[in-house]
C-alpha cells in the first residue's frame, strides 16, 4: 500500500467517524440511528458480495473506492483458459477474452466492520458512551 493510500484511508476514517458523530446529534442513537447504522451495513454487505459475483459490479466499486482498499480487501483476478484451468506464464492457453475467476476473493473491507461497530455500540451502549467510542476509532 503506497503511503499516499494510507494518508486516504486515514482521511477517510476521521471524516466518516466524524460525519456520523455530527449525525448523531441530529438522529437519536437509538432506535433511528441504530435502524439506519443497521441497514446501511447490510447495504455494503450487498454490495461487496455482487463485487463476488458480478465483474461489473467489481470493476464499478474498484473505479470508486480501489483507492481506499488494502491487497486483501481488493483481491486479485486470473485469466481462464478454455480447458478451465488459470493462465500462466509458463503454460499460455487459449483463453476466453475476458472470463476471469477469483484467485484470491476480496474480504469484507474494514469500513464494513467500522459500520457494524459503530451500529452495535449505538444498541448496546448509552449515547454518551457510543460517541466517545465512535470518536476514538476515527481518530
Known amino acids: 500500500m503506497s503511503p499516499r493510500s494510507h494518508v486516504a484511508r486515514r482521511v477517510q476514517h476521521a471524516s466518516t467517524g466524524l460525519a456520523f458523530l455530527a449525525v448523531s446529534h ?27 459475483l458480478d465483474d461489473g459490479w467489481d470493476a464499478w466499486y474498484l473505479a470508486r473506492f480501489g483507492e481506499l482498499l488494502r491487497d486483501h480487501e481488493r483481491g486479485e483476478r486470473e485469466q481462464v483458459n478454455v480447458d478451465g484451468s488459470a493462465s500462466s506464464k509458463d503454460k499460455p492457453g487459449k ?7 477469483w484467485k484470491t476473493p476480496p474480504r469484507l473491507p474494514g469500513a464494513f466492520y467500522f459500520l457494524l461497530g459503530t451500529a452495535a455500540s449505538t444498541y448496546l451502549f448509552p449515547t454518551p458512551v457510543a460517541r466517545t467510542s465512535l470518536l476514538v476509532l476515527s481518530l
Open 26 to 52: 441530529v438522529i437519536p442513537g437509538y432506535p433511528a440511528g441504530f435502524c439506519l447504522l443497521s441497514l446501511a451495513t447490510a447495504a455494503f454487505y450487498y454490495v461487496h458480495r455482487k463485487r463476488l
Open 95 to 101: 483463453a476466453h477474452p475476458g472470463k476471469m475467476r
